[in-house]
């Protein structure tokens, strides 16, 4: 089991530019969800996907934050223009079913760093 | 709003003691408590989880307790070891399934 995949691990870039942060999910999870930790608001849930579709993006900051799931096995969350205070470490979790009550799993999280 | 409060925020333990970490949560639909384990710099990872049909569960050295009543539960640890410092987070499904997180509980084992 590969588990959760993030890409890239760590993404170091200035403001204003695009990033793309990638997440590829557990083989037959359908559910997927993208994360930011930060210390001062800790594990924030920022869209959720199921079967590929979103179902609540309440929790992305701003018009500069975007996922897409084209697929069943492939998901990004875009910023752009990004900003200093997007540095944060963005996780990815997948997890089996639609219905609750199905663990979620993580990847290893992208850590982004704006100067 | 959907709420989970976790306490204590730090919890220092000497080797071999028992570690407690205690959350409320605010939505009384909520079903499923799952509890995580993030060590510095990795993800955070599963260790147990619980559903509301059930009051405890077990495993090994670590047990969670559901009072659905009062809204709580928690996460104890016996026979602490050093590999069990980390940030524990305890989490609530919330509407939409949606994971509500507290806000994590550093624990730190001494020898």
């Known amino acids: 089991d590969a588990g959760v995949i993030q890409s890239p691990r760590h993404e170091v870039t200035e403001m204003g530019q695009e990033v793309t942060l990638r997440c590829k999910p557990i083989s037959g999870h359908n559910s997927l969800f993208w994360y930011r930790q930060t210390m001062m608001r800790g594990l924030e849930l920022l869209i959720y996907?199921?079967?590929?579709?979103?179902?609540?993006d309440s929790g992305m900051p701003e018009d500069r934050f975007s996922a897409k799931m084209p697929n069943a096995s492939f998901s990004t969350l875009k910023i752009q223009p990004s900003e200093p205070r997007d540095s944060a470490v963005y996780f990815c979790a997948s997890s089996a079913g639609g219905s609750s009550n199905q663990p979620q799993h993580f990847g290893d999280g992208t850590r982004l760093s704006i100067l | 709003g959907e709420n989970v409060e976790q306490h204590p925020s730090t919890l220092s333990v000497q080797e071999g003691d028992s570690a407690v970490i205690k959350c409320t949560y605010s939505d009384s639909a909520s079903n499923y408590f799952p509890w995580y384990k993030q060590e510095l710099g990795k993800r955070p990872q599963l260790i147990i989880d619980i559903r509301s049909n059930v009051g405890e569960k077990k495993d090994q050295r670590i047990a969670v307790t559901l009072n659905k009543t009062a809204k709580h539960f928690s996460l104890h640890i016996t026979e602490t070891q050093p590999e069990d410092s980390a940030v524990y987070f305890c989490?609530?499904?919330?509407?939409?399934?949606?994971?509500?997180f507290g806000a994590g509980t550093r624990l730190a084992v001494h020898p």
């Open positions: 989490a609530s499904l919330g509407g939409y399934n949606k994971l509500i």
């Open positions: 996907f199921n079967n590929n579709v979103p179902i609540d």
